[in-house]
């Protein structure tokens, strides 16, 4: 799995916009994992794997909304971050799925 991130700001009258693009590209055994299991809606952070494996730009603020650049530059790298996490969790439940059969877990309570 390899998410791909890119910032960008631009410059304007109404002030600076601040832009991330991502693009998550499976490796050809996830893309097998993600159509055997129809993980193709999974949510990773308001998008799904199917949107980011086309790409999607985030732009931090609403068109009109009255902010500061610093609060838009956090609203990006937040998404940015969640992003991340998101793609981390996917990782994980392909790691889980691949592995599930013929696992065993035992969990051993202590005694105080």
């Known amino acids: 799995m390899k998410l791909t991130v890119r910032r960008n700001q631009e410059a304007s009258a109404a002030g600076i916009r601040f832009l991330v693009f991502f693009h998550l590209a499976l490796r050809p055994e996830e893309q097998d994992l993600v159509r055997l299991y129809d993980l193709f809606q999974f ?31 956090r609203s990006a790298l937040q998404t940015e971050q969640a992003v991340k996490d998101g793609c981390l969790q996917l990782r994980q439940v392909l790691t889980d799925l691949r592995d599930f059969d013929d696992t065993e877990e035992h969990l051993y309570e202590l005694d105080a």
């Open 43 to 73: 949510p990773v952070a308001g998008w799904t794997v199917v949107q980011l494996a086309q790409g999607v730009q985030f732009e931090a603020g609403q068109p009109g909304m009255v902010t500061s650049s610093v609060i838009r530059a």
